[in-house]
């Protein structure tokens, strides 16, 4: 048996076993009404299937922690649907189904370092480096002199990737990019 956790201690986050199912906190809220029991009101995601259901638990209700393994692996190449990762440590490989992937997965590129999300040997999803340095392949020529930030021009980087750059930044420039918001950071 694992640690045990009680409603009244999720935390946004916080990944416990549910009938079998393996559910992460996304928001919960305490409520204690006026009259009867307190009850803690949980937004969750199941992390195998991606549904999100939402329940109230008493407070002390009991649930097994569930434990995620955050693995480092780097992202060889794709084939088809699949996309393989490499053990750091092990060297081995394994492939990943692209539905399993995040939207942000577009700012990755091959030899990257992601973290890979796994429960028991299933692998439920991949966290892209946080920040990425990409090659712009194509985007209007930038204009020497024009350094207003504020005004912004689609440009496609290496990867496929369609992102709003500013318009002193030109084709061939490595830029670096937050992959959770998708935004442009600064040249590289």
Known sequence: MGTAITAGDFRNGVTFEMDGKVMQVIEFQHVKPGKGAAFVRTKMKNVLTGAVTETSFNPTAKFETAYIERKDMQYLYNDGELYYFMDQE???????????????????????????????????????????????????????????????????????????????????????????????????
């Open 90 to 188: 092990t060297f081995e490989q394994t492939p990943i189904n692209s539905d399993v992937l995040p939207d942000s997965f577009k700012f990755v590129k091959e030899e990257m370092i992601c973290k890979v999300l796994s429960y028991k040997g299933k692998v439920f999803g991949v966290e892209p480096p946080t920040f990425v340095e990409l090659e712009i392949t194509e985007t209007d020529p930038g204009f020497a002199g024009n350094t207003a930030t504020n005004t912004l021009k689609p440009a496609t980087l290496e990867t496929g990737a369609q992102i709003k750059v500013p318009l002193f930044v030109g084709p061939g420039e490595k830029i670096k990019i937050d992959t959770r918001t998708g935004e442009y950071l600064s040249r590289a």
